[in-house]
Nanobody, 118 residues
Framework: VQLQASGGGLVQPGGSLRLPCSAS????????IGWFRQAPGKGREGVIC????????YYADSVKGRFTISRDKSKNTVYLQMNTLKPEDTAAYYC????????????WGQGTQVTVSS
């Protein structure tokens, strides 16, 4: 089971990026998918997730109103849309899938770097 996060890069403050998370060998539809990030010297932070039951979404306060998460079932992909990016959003971003039971994230992607800088 592999998850793959991509789409990172260098963006100016106020800009946008969309990060896809895709999977091989299993379907994302029936799992809660989360995005996490880790900045240099800091611990991992949960950013946003979308539930398996009804696609409810949950956000960290730091990204409310700026980040959204969505599924494209036809592509077996979950997207993290990031708008109005700030320098403090700079981090490695990871997607993860849960165990289909209790939102314990057990499958992780390799991460993609997002750098917000002018």
């Amino acid at each position: 089971v592999q998850l793959q996060a991509s789409g990172g890069g260098l963006v100016q403050p106020g800009g946008s990026l969309r990060l896809p998370c895709s999977a091989s060998r299993f379907t994302l539809d029936h799992r809660t998918i989360g995005w996490f990030r880790q900045a240099p010297g800091k611990g991992r932070e949960g950013v946003i997730c979308i539930s398996s039951s009804d696609d409810s979404t949950y956000y960290a306060d730091s990204v409310k109103g700026r980040f959204t998460i969505s599924r494209d079932k036809s592509k077996n992909t979950v997207y993290l849309q990031m708008n109005t990016l700030k320098p403090e959003d700079t981090a490695a971003y990871y997607c993860a899938a849960d165990n289909k039971q209790n939102m314990t994230f057990v499958y992780w992607g390799q991460g993609t770097q997002v750098t917000v800088s002018s």
